[in-house]
């Protein structure tokens, strides 16, 4: 099928299959092909790229993301839409469906099993699991160079603005890009607010123990420094003495930098 994204094709799909939207699942399907392709367009695709796509739904970006890549992988937690699929996307022979809860799924052994270093994630993420998600992409320590992600816009906004321990991940991997706005009414249903779309570029992979780091840091945002990080050090003050790190600032004080020297003093420490 061409052009699942259109309109009258996505409510002819639903009919056909009885389907209604899950809201357990954060089901709202995109109803714009300029969109679509927009989306796509947003990751460095070419013929010799492998795609991950969590949450396919009926396969409206899907398709768009098989037109220009070399497979399409993708994720999907809703049994239902096993037929749904196996038709909409019956003409694409490189689309794999995994029938799986993307946050269970092993990512790692995935990507490793493609050998190839041109793998990205493009997704209209499910919006009631949206930071998990991107936290498991941007920790995965497999290959995986780039993530164009549609989320709330509200999301995206934090995402690119304020400080967490997610963007602190991300700022270690590589770097976030808010990439375009998205209307509401483009989904059926419609959801609340309106969405957007971010880019996230990987360079390198992070060590998990500095993400249980960076968490640590988070455990309480609003406590210090020296408190949040008590846990981690037998001597904390003389650890952030040794880093230059002042103890009364709050973890969103500190730089990515300076969590990777805490690291770094803890790993002297442990060893
Ligand atoms: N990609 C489609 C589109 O753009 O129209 C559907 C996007 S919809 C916002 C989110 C999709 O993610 C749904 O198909 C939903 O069933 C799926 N989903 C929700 N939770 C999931 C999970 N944990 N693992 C994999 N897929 C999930």
């Known amino acids: 099928m061409r052009n699942i994204a259109k309109k009258s094709n996505t409510l002819d799909i639903l ?3 009885h389907l209604t939207a899950a809201k357990k699942y954060g089901q709202n399907f995109l109803v714009d092909p300029h969109i679509i392709e927009k989306i796509a367009s947003c990751a460095p695709i070419t013929k010799d790229t492998y795609v991950i796509e969590i949450g396919p ?18 994720f999907e937690i809703d049994e239902r839409l096993k037929p749904v699929l196996a038709d909409t996307l019956a003409d694409y022979d490189n689309v794999e469906i995994i029938f799986e809860d993307f946050m269970k799924a092993d990512l790692d052994g ?9 793998v990205c994630v493009v997704t209209n993420l499910p919006y009631y699991i949206t930071s998990d998600i991107i936290t498991k ?20 906004l934090k995402l690119t603005r304020d400080k967490s321990p997610l963007t602190l991940m991300i700022d270690y991997v590589g ?8 209307s509401k009414n483009v ?21 998990l123990d500095l993400c249980e780091l960076i968490k640590g840091a988070f455990k ?14 037998n001597d904390v003050r003389k650890a952030l003495a040794a880093c230059g790190i002042d103890p009364t600032k709050r973890p969103a004080d500190l730089s990515i930098e ?3 020297a805490l690291n770094q003093e803890r790993r002297n420490h442990e060893s």
């Open 110 to 118: 995935l990507v490793t099993s493609l050998h190839s270093d041109d």
């Open 258 to 260: 300076d969590y990777v």
């Open 175 to 182: 770097s976030i890009d808010y990439a375009m706005t998205v």
């Open 137 to 156: 992409v941007v920790t995965a320590q497999s290959q995986i160079h780039h993530m164009a992600a549609m989320v709330q816009k509200e999301v995206a």
């Open 57 to 74: 739904g009926i396969g409206a970006l899907t398709e768009a993301l098989a037109l220009r890549a070399k497979k399409v992988i993708c």
């Open 187 to 207: 989904f059926i249903p419609a959801p609340h607010v309106d969405s957007a779309v971010f880019t996230i570029t990987k360079e390198r992979t992070i060590p």
């Open 220 to 233: 309480q945002k609003r406590k210090t420094i020296l408190n949040n990080m008590k846990p981690f050090f």
């Open 15 to 17: 009919n056909k299959y």
